[in-house]
T-cell receptor, first 113, second 111 residues
Framework: DAGVIQSPRHEVTEMGQEVTLRCKPISGHDYLFWYRQTMMRGLELLIY??????IDDSGMPEDRFSAKMPNASFSTLKIQPSEPRDSAVYFC???WGQGLEQYFGPGTRLTVT | KQEVTQIPAALSVPEGENLVLNCSFTDSAIYNLQWFRQDPGKGLTSLLL?????REQTSGRLNASLDKSSGRSTLYIAASQPGDSATYLC??????????FGAGTTVTVRA
């Protein structure tokens, strides 16, 4: 298996622009997670899905952030409008069931200038 | 809210020495605990997963223990190698099924 795939790997954008991050989970996994990693706050869970349905989005920082999972093999995290404080590495992870390991993608490094 | 602490924040050892990494958590009502490795600029690689009913897990040179009642886990890496240099993260899954991460321990193994 190719593992969790994220695109783009790097994104540089200007403040106010819309940013869309993409994730393809491991085939057969029924849970998908979006995390954000910064030096100041470490790794934080933003939202997670089970069978394509959002279960907990309490970690989403503001209404500027939205996430979708239209099917079992694709998810997006959108930031509109982006701000410099959104600069971070965004990780997608997937797992089979709640009790098993989460597998992380390589991350998308976002820089908002 | 679950708080996860990892001490020390950084560790430097000569090659061949055993590594001991500590993780503590405030809420003992956990579902499981997972240790990850993160190389610079990379994603997280899962090393070991310990279910709440287990006391330890082993994989090769790695051994992780869990003491739920005292809110502690320890990751042991035997006979360290320069390739073990990385940041090691501890993550606790609560009964809400959400992972709470520690800040990590950055390990340098000197050749």
């Amino acid at each position: 298996d190719a593992g969790v795939i994220q695109s783009p790997r790097h994104e540089v954008t200007e403040m106010g622009q819309e940013v869309t991050l993409r994730c393809k989970p491991i085939s057969g996994h029924d849970y998908l997670f979006w995390y954000r990693q910064t030096m100041m706050r470490g790794l934080e869970l933003l939202i997670y899905f089970n069978n394509n349905v959002p279960i907990d989005d309490s970690g989403m920082p503001e209404d500027r952030f939205s996430a979708k999972m239209p099917n079992a093999s694709f998810s997006t995290l959108k930031i509109q409008p982006s701000e410099p404080r959104d600069s971070a590495v965004y990780f997608c992870a997937s797992s089979w069931g709640q009790g098993l390991e989460q597998y992380f993608g390589p991350g998308t490094r976002l820089t908002v200038t | 809210k679950q708080e996860v602490t990892q001490i020390p924040a950084a560790l430097s050892v000569p090659e061949g020495e055993n590594l001991v990494l500590n993780c503590s958590f405030t809420d003992s009502a956990i579902y499981n605990l997972q240790w990850f490795r993160q190389d610079p600029g990379k994603g997280l690689t899962s090393l070991l997963l310990i279910q709440s009913s287990q006391r330890e897990q082993t994989s090769g040179r790695l051994n992780a223990s869990l003491d739920k009642s005292s809110g502690r886990s320890t990751l042991y890496i035997a006979a360290s190698q320069p390739g073990d240099s990385a940041t090691y993260l501890c993550a606790v899954k609560g009964n809400d099924y959400k992972l709470s991460f520690g800040a990590g321990t950055t390990v340098t193994v000197r050749a």
